[in-house]
């Protein structure tokens, strides 16, 4: 194992660059998971990372010991920082000491909408975003289609948020979603304060396509006249709507409910 202890190293900076800037991750096609439950996740589904990142306070930890001797077997790089210069590339507090190197997955794009999805306009919280993609994974909904406008699916926020449901999903970025609803052979719904029929009423039990926007503005008007159906979640109070996560969560579920035990 190779140990860095100097900030010039070429590949430390390349590394404090991932860990920093969106851009340079975009460019270099790669992502970073930080942490030994996001590590063991990946390494569960998709096997060799590129690189395997240890602390050097972090090399005989019980939990990370089992998961860097994992990457040396599959022949990964393994680099050993010294643990001031972890801690300046790292984004977790009081994290750990382990993340990994990937290349972000780049799935193939479908060319119309055939099978349960998730369509997300403009979402901007990174917190949100994990977490619908986790619910989707959770509810057994492969594809997630994210406007140009969305939070970086692959940012280290989204991925901690996600907890390791980036790894069983297709996630397609910059996606023209007006596009891909006008190609789509499933109905599209929409939640709407103001819609007629709720989730309840509604047949979910063949694939649709959930189309979910931003935090303030919710779908833009263009997704909101693509869509087939409009449904609202009926709740009780004074809110007047939910958290798009909490909203996602309860029609992902609602739909998954309606596949498994029916109407």
């Not at 990372?49 to 306070?57: D, L, Q």
């Not at 057994?140 to 406007?147: D, L, N």
């Not at 023209?176 to 709407?192: E, F, G, Q, Y």
Request: charged fraction near 15%; aromatic fraction near 4%; proline fraction near 5%.
């Amino acid at each position: 194992m190779k140990t860095i202890s100097s900030r010039d190293n070429p590949l430390y900076k390349e590394l404090k660059q991932l860990a920093t800037s969106a851009q340079a991750r975009r460019k270099a096609g790669r992502s970073l998971l930080d942490g030994v439950h996001l590590a063991q996740a990946w390494l569960q589904v998709a096997g060799k990372p590129a690189f395997c990142i240890v602390a050097e306070s972090a090399l005989h930890h019980a939990e990370v010991a089992p998961v860097l001797a994992q990457c040396e077997a599959a022949s990964s790089q393994c680099i050993c920082l010294t643990d001031a210069l972890y801690q300046a590339a790292s984004q977790v507090e009081n994290g750990v000491g382990l993340l990994l190197v990937i290349a972000t997955p780049q799935p193939s794009a479908p060319t119309a909408l055939t099978t349960s999805a998730v369509l997300l306009d403009g979402l901007q919280d990174p917190g949100n975003l994990g977490s619908i993609l986790r619910s989707a994974a959770a509810a057994g909904v492969k594809q997630v289609f994210c406007s140009a406008g969305t939070a970086g699916a692959w940012s280290p926020k989204v991925l901690r948020a996600g907890m390791g449901a980036h790894f069983v999903l297709d996630i397609f970025e910059n996606a023209d979603l007006v596009a891909l609803c006008a190609a789509s052979r499933i109905p599209l719904l929409a939640t709407s304060s103001h819609a007629a029929q709720t989730i309840y009423d509604c047949d979910l039990s063949g694939p649709v396509a959930w189309l979910l926007g931003h935090e303030g503005q919710g779908v833009s008007p263009a997704l909101q006249d693509a869509a087939t159906h409009e449904v609202v979640i009926p709740h009780l109070g004074e809110m007047e709507s939910l958290n798009v996560a909490a909203a996602a969560a309860v029609c992902l579920f609602e739909q998954l409910r309606q596949r498994t035990v029916g109407r």
